[in-house]
């Protein structure tokens, strides 16, 4: 049954990060890949936040958010091949940056979403 649930969620997902990446836009920055992955661990922070401070969250409701909704909607995959391909570009400057970046604001998306849930208390 735990499959089903990671399969919903993944599909939920993978509809999301298809949908962000449909946003126009041109500015020789994986923007959508970027705030994709940090809106993700926000929420994978968020979902560990709540599962760690409340016992009433079933085993399948987490797995449902954080290994189906968050794994489909992150993609480190993607992240990696952007990064790949500007430091192809001899775009070492944005190249770095996006790393950084993407490494650094993730993390802190993971912080805020576990923060979030302790305020929000759930």
Known sequence: MSFLFVALG???????RYAVSLIP??????LQTFVTNIIGAA???FIAGVASHNAN?????ILFWKTGVCGGFTTFSTFSLEACNLLEQK???RGGIYIAL????????????KRLSLVLKL
Do not use: D, R, W
């Not at 993944?10 to 999301?16: R, V």
């Open 10 to 16: 993944g599909a939920l997902g993978a509809m999301g």
């Open 102 to 113: 993407s490494i650094i604001c993730c993390m802190a998306g993971v912080v805020c979403g």
């Open 91 to 93: 775009l070492y400057c």
């Open 57 to 61: 969250v079933s085993q399948n409701t």
């Open 25 to 30: 836009l041109k500015i020789g920055f994986p």
């Open 43 to 45: 929420v994978i922070g």
